[in-house]
């Protein structure tokens, strides 16, 4: 079966301090990949998609980027952190042409 | 761009008692989905629908993909402490990658 797995679950960090997120996918093949924040107002915004590995679109123009260097793993980062950056990170994937989303744990990040 | 309605916003129930949900749009969506995401956890998927006028249920709850491919609607019956959470819906339109999601329904249940 397929699992997704994203680490850490919770980050404190300090305002301009780096910033790295994994995740990972097991139990399938050139899964799609999403990166989502979930502020404290509920809703889920879409970061960046890959559908590929090297293939990263971004959705909205921020402090962070994403890559994916193996098919199955997919990393959010950041330079320098920002007040702004502090929410719930969710990572999902989804099988080539599905639309069934599939959501990671979630790592919470504090920026103080 | 895209937008999905979802309400309400918040609900506040006695155990017991039947909840419903609902998600509408002015676009036309293929495919819709229901989550539930408890406290500092990622959501998880409840129920997906394909067709139009589809009715699905899983355990206590039914969702159905509404005929107009427009909206869906998710019940719950007999509800229970552990129902409480964020419910998300979410519609994928044609081969699109990205879903676009509801802002969600908190559901409170007393005991």
């Known amino acids: 079966s397929q699992t997704i797995h994203q680490w850490p679950a919770t980050l404190v960090q300090p305002v301009g301090s780096p910033l790295s997120l994994e995740c990972t996918v097991e139990?399938?093949?050139?899964?799609?990949l999403y990166w989502y924040r979930q502020a404290a107002g509920r809703g889920l915004q879409l970061l960046f998609y890959s559908v590929g590995i090297g293939q990263i679109s971004s959705e909205v123009p921020q402090n962070l980027s994403a890559s994916r260097p193996q098919d199955r793993q997919f990393i959010l980062s950041s330079k320098k952190l920002l007040l702004s950056d502090s929410g719930f990170y969710l990572c999902?994937?989804?099988?080539?042409?599905?639309?069934?989303?599939?959501f990671g744990e979630g790592s919470r990040l504090t920026v103080l | 761009g895209q937008q999905l309605n979802q309400s309400p916003q918040s609900m506040f129930i006695q155990e017991g008692e039947d909840v419903s949900m609902n998600c509408t749009s002015s676009s036309i969506f293929n495919t819709w989905l229901w989550y539930k995401q408890d406290p500092g956890e990622g959501p998880v998927l409840l129920i997906a629908l394909y067709k139009a006028g589809e009715l699905t249920s899983n355990g206590r709850l039914t969702a159905q993909f509404g005929i107009t491919r427009k909206d869906s609607f998710l019940n719950i019956s007999a509800s229970i402490p552990s129902d409480v959470g964020i419910y998300f819906c979410?519609?994928?339109?044609?081969?699109?990658?990205?879903?676009?999601f509801g802002k969600g329904t908190l559901l409170t249940v007393n005991p």
């Open positions: 139990g399938t093949s050139n899964p799609n």
């Open positions: 979410a519609g994928q339109r044609g081969s699109n990658y990205k879903l676009t």
């Open positions: 999902a994937w989804t099988g080539q042409g599905a639309g069934e989303l599939f």
